[in-house]
Each structure stands twice: as C-alpha cells, then as structure tokens.
C-alpha cells in the first residue's frame, strides 16, 4: 500500500510539473502574440503624437488609442505578473534612485486623469524625506500605480490623495555608515469613492476578487491588489486597508529603506518630448532587425524622424551581411524571427569581432569596445533574459516599447544627445559618436603597432603588471615608456584613468601575437 501511493505521489507531482511547464509554454507564447501587435499601435500612437500640425480632435483620438492600448498592456502585464508570483519567480531587487524624481513622474501621471474626471488629486511630501533612497524602485513604482489608479478609477466625486512620510529606523541591529541609513517610509492612498464593505476587507486581496461596489466599472482583473501586496511583502511591509461604503477608502503600507546619504546618481530626466539629434554631432547609423514589417516601419521611422541613419534588415542572415557592410554604430535586434533568429545572429556577430580582434596580419575594422546590441523581445520572462544577455546582448528592451526608453537607451550606449524644443541646443562635443573607420580604428590599430615596438622586456612587464590589475604599476611603467613613446603613452593612461585595464590587456596580446609571428617568420 505504501509504494503504491509513493508511486501515485510521484506520478502526481509529474503531472503538476508537466502542467506548470505547460502553463508558462503558453503564457510565454500568448505573451508574444499579444504583446507584438501591441508594439505597433501603441508605438504608432506615440509617433502620431508627435505630429504638432495634427488638428486638436485627431490629438485627442491618438490619446484615447494610447490609454486603451496601455490598458490592454496593463491587463496583459496584470496576469503574467500573477503567474510569476504562483512559480515563485519574483524576487527583490534593491537599487539606488531619486525618490522625488518618482513622485514627480506619478503625479504627472496620474493628473490629467484625474482632471478629466473633475477630480482633485495630489501628493503630500513630508519635508523630511531623503533624496535618494534603496529599494526595489520598479515594484514601488507598481504598487504605487495600482493603488492610484484604483482611487481615481472607483472615486465619482472629490478627491484622491498620495501622502508620503518617513522616520529614522529605530532598530537595535541597524546598521548604519556614511553611506546609507535605516529608514522607514510610510505611504497612504486615500479617496472618496465609493467604498468597501466591511465583510469584503478579508478577500480583497484574494487572486481575481473585486468588491461588489467596484466590480460595476467592469475593468481589470482583480489582480492588481493582490499583486500590491505581494510586492510589499518583498519589500519587507504589509499592505493594509480601511474603507466603508460611501465614505472612500485608506490604502496603506510602510516599508524599509536605505536611505543614501551621499552618492551621484542622476537626476530623473526631463519628460519633454525628444524631438531630435542635437546638431553639433554626425547621425550615428543604425541597424534594425525585425521581421514583423509594421513592427520594422514603425523602429525606422521613430528613429529617422529624430535624426539617425537607419538601415532594416527581416532576419538574421540580412542582418550579418549589413553588419559586416555598412558597419553600425548600434544594432536594434528582435529575437524572434525565421531563417536566422537574433539569438544566432548575435552570437556570429560576436564571433567575428573576436576573430577580428585575435586577427594577427589584417588592420581592425572594429572599435576597441564591441558594437552595442541592444535586444527586442516581446517575452517578459526572466529566463528569457538571461538567454538573451548569453548570446551577447549587451541590453533588451520588452515590447511594447515606449519611444523614449528607446532613445535613453541609445543616449547611454552611444553618449548622443537630444533636443527637445526648449532653450539652447547641448553643445558638448563629448557626445559625438566616433566613425568607426575615420576615428576610432586609427587609434587601435597604431597602438597595437606602437605596443609592438616596444622591447618584449617593456612589453612583458606590462603585461604581467597589467594581468595582476596593478593599476599603480602599470601607471609606472607606462611613464617610463613616455619620453620614446608619447602618443602611446596617452592613449594608455586614458584607459588607466578610466579603470579599463581589459582593454589594455587587449592591445597588450594582440602586439605580443604580432610580435611573435615577427620572430617565427
């Protein structure tokens, strides 16, 4: 009797991992298909926007297109979001940001909508909260947008209010330097709509439960509190709520922080449209790849209309022959896509910069750090992620994507910068983006030829100095080669200063191969 319920125990617990494996086959491939034609009315909606000779109803047509498909993404969002919770495969993730800087963006956020429902919505601040703080910003984010957009949704009538304060922690185990310090943010939504009774409170946060008062709006899916509490369980507090019908409801949950007393991170930017490449640097070109052609339209012309040089290819096998063509300064690859996928492409791309970069007899036609390729995928998984990051990508971006994260992400691989109608164009001339021909190959190659000069005692030592990451003494010894070699000199004290001794490393075997073929022959 007991192996036979050992062996139907087993045979249970195979099937309900077979049909867990199932169940995230077909939410990964539902996620895709949804989120794909969705990457292309929303990003269509958002260029359309742009257009400022657009007469004021079709503006006003583009913005109800925008917030319906937002909310179709959110919905979406809402049940894969609650499907990760059940795998047990969301997790934590601390980081560094401006808390103000994401106050700011919600109440901008959320005051048109409150507005055009004749509400009065606002965020009180305690004048006692840190700059910059610790957590899982993009849960808090989420959490805080639920909580919003549920009290704007069910309030009728008055007024909708985001209160925000704080206070040292007191506990005996803290641990506090000059860095960071214990702290306790406090954070209550409170509104005047319709209410809760009080023999719903306990299901409230129950999967796919909504209150009888605010089920008759007929949207959402009763998965956004429940996902709220979730998260502010992660985060180390508890979720909480007070309400009766006709009154309005307090929505509250307090949790810890470090709260960063020092540190440069940047300050949130400007939501001002970007309306084009600032002019005192040359078009960086790039390559898009998607085999979806309203997708592929849609990336060209969001990136044409600010001032890029676009190329497009369908899959990956075009993708590798305009690579190795037109030489890009960054690659847009989608992941999915027949004949070659981008998880190949990518990897080949890879390949063959390494094969040019260990190349002994021929010039480089690659700059010192590998071109950026940024990722495109409808997945939202994070075993998707990681898959993607393995192939080579150096970042992804989920579809649907919104145009400005595109372009930030541009702005930090490629250090452009943008224009957005307001003052005086930026004139940095840090910004512009080397050709790789004209600029940057020159550079490597004749230090790679310089490096080769060198005696192989001098060559030897720093290499050696160089693998023991002994800044100090590679910074010695390229002084001692500076009154013969002083171009050399620079370019490698620039990488010093930088802390990029891998790539001094770089240059430093690929002249020891060289030399080396020198003595063979």
């Known amino acids: 009797d007991r192996k036979q319920a050992e062996a139907a125990l087993k045979e249970s617990m195979e099937a309900a991992e077979s049909a867990n494996r199932a169940k995230s086959i077909f939410l990964a491939n539902m996620s895709h298909e949804l989120r794909t034609p969705l990457?292309?009315?929303?990003?269509?909606?958002?260029?359309?926007?742009?257009?400022?000779?657009?007469?004021?109803?079709?503006?006003?047509?583009?913005?109800i297109i925008n917030r319906s498909g937002n909310h179709l993404l959110n919905l979406i969002n809402d049940i894969?979001?609650?499907?990760?919770?059940?795998?047990?495969?969301?997790?934590?993730?601390?980081?560094?940001?401006?808390?103000d800087g994401l106050l700011d963006s919600l109440e901008e956020m959320?005051?048109?909508?409150?507005?055009?429902?004749?509400?009065?919505?606002?965020?009180?601040?305690?004048?006692?909260?840190p700059q910059q703080i610790e957590t899982d910003e993009n849960k808090l984010r989420q959490v805080l947008i639920n909580l919003v957009g549920n009290a704007i949704k069910f309030t009728i009538a008055g007024q909708v209010i985001l209160r925000i304060w704080g206070q040292e922690s007191d506990c005996s185990n803290q641990v506090d330097t000059e860095s960071f310090r214990e702290f306790t943010l406090h954070f209550e939504v409170e509104d005047t709509g319709v209410g809760i009774d009080p023999a719903e409170l306990e299901s409230l946060f129950e999967p796919f439960i909504q209150s009888r008062n605010r089920s008759a709006s007929h949207e959402?899916?009763?998965?956004?509190?429940?996902?709220?509490?979730?998260?502010?369980?992660?985060?180390?507090?508890?979720?909480?709520?007070?309400?009766?019908?006709?009154?309005?409801?307090?929505?509250?949950?307090?949790?810890?922080?470090?709260?960063?007393?020092?540190?440069?991170?940047?300050?949130?930017?400007?939501?001002?449209?970007?309306?084009?490449?600032?002019?005192?640097?040359?078009?960086?070109?790039?390559?898009?790849?998607?085999?979806?052609?309203?997708?592929?339209?849609?990336?060209?012309?969001?990136?044409?209309?600010?001032?890029?040089?676009?190329?497009?290819?369908?899959?990956?096998?075009?993708?590798?022959?305009?690579?190795?063509r037109w030489?890009?300064?960054?690659?847009?690859?989608?992941?999915?896509?027949?004949?070659?996928?981008?998880?190949?492409?990518?990897?080949?791309?890879?390949?063959?910069?390494?094969?040019?970069?260990?190349?002994?007899?021929?010039?480089?036609?690659?700059?010192?750090?590998?071109?950026?390729?940024?990722?495109?995928?409808?997945?939202?998984?994070?075993?998707?992620?990681?898959?993607?990051?393995?192939?080579?990508?150096?970042?992804?971006?989920?579809?649907?994507?919104?145009?400005?994260?595109?372009?930030?992400?541009?702005?930090t691989y490629l250090k452009v910068q943008y224009y957005d109608g307001s003052g005086d164009e930026p004139d940095s001339q840090q910004s512009i983006v080397p050709d790789r021909f004209d600029a940057m190959v020159p550079d490597r190659f004749d230090a790679i030829v310089a490096l080769q000069n060198l005696a192989p005692t001098q060559l030897a030592d720093l290499h050696q100095a160089t693998l023991q990451l002994d800044s100090q003494q590679v910074s010695c010894l390229i002084a001692q080669i500076a009154p013969d070699h002083p171009e050399l000199a620079v370019v490698l004290m620039k990488e010093v200063d930088n802390f990029n001794l891998d790539q001094i490393l770089n240059l430093l075997q690929l002249a020891m191969q060289k030399q080396e073929k020198i003595q063979e022959k």
């Open 220 to 324: 959402g899916t009763g998965l956004g509190l429940s996902i709220s509490r979730q998260f502010v369980k992660l985060m180390g507090g508890d979720l909480t709520v007070s309400s009766a019908p006709g009154v309005g409801s307090i929505f509250s949950f307090s949790i810890p922080v470090r709260r960063m007393e020092s540190g440069n991170t940047p300050l949130p930017s400007s939501l001002s449209p970007i309306l084009k490449l600032a002019t005192h640097q040359p078009p960086p070109r790039i390559l898009v790849v998607e085999d979806q052609k309203n997708n592929r339209q849609l990336l060209v012309q969001v990136l044409q209309s600010v001032g890029f040089e676009v190329e497009a290819a369908t899959n990956g096998q075009e993708a590798i022959v305009l690579w190795e």
């Open 39 to 63: 990457n292309a009315i929303l990003g269509f909606a958002q260029l359309m926007a742009r257009d400022l000779t657009l007469p004021l109803e079709k503006r006003n047509q583009i913005g």
């Open 80 to 99: 894969l979001e609650m499907s990760k919770i059940e795998a047990g495969q969301v997790s934590f993730t601390a980081q560094v940001f401006h808390l």
């Open 110 to 129: 959320f005051q048109l909508r409150a507005v055009e429902k004749g509400l009065s919505f606002r965020v009180d601040r305690s004048l006692l909260l």
């Open 327 to 411: 030489q890009p300064h960054l690659i847009w690859m989608d992941m999915r896509m027949p004949i070659m996928d981008g998880y190949e492409a990518t990897r080949r791309i890879r390949e063959q910069e390494q094969a040019w970069l260990s190349s002994p007899t021929q010039p480089l036609p690659q700059p010192l750090s590998p071109m950026p390729i940024i990722a495109l995928t409808a997945n939202v998984f994070e075993e998707d992620r990681a898959r993607v990051m393995e192939a080579g990508c150096n970042d992804f971006v989920r579809k649907p994507f919104q145009e400005r994260e595109l372009l930030e992400k541009m702005a």
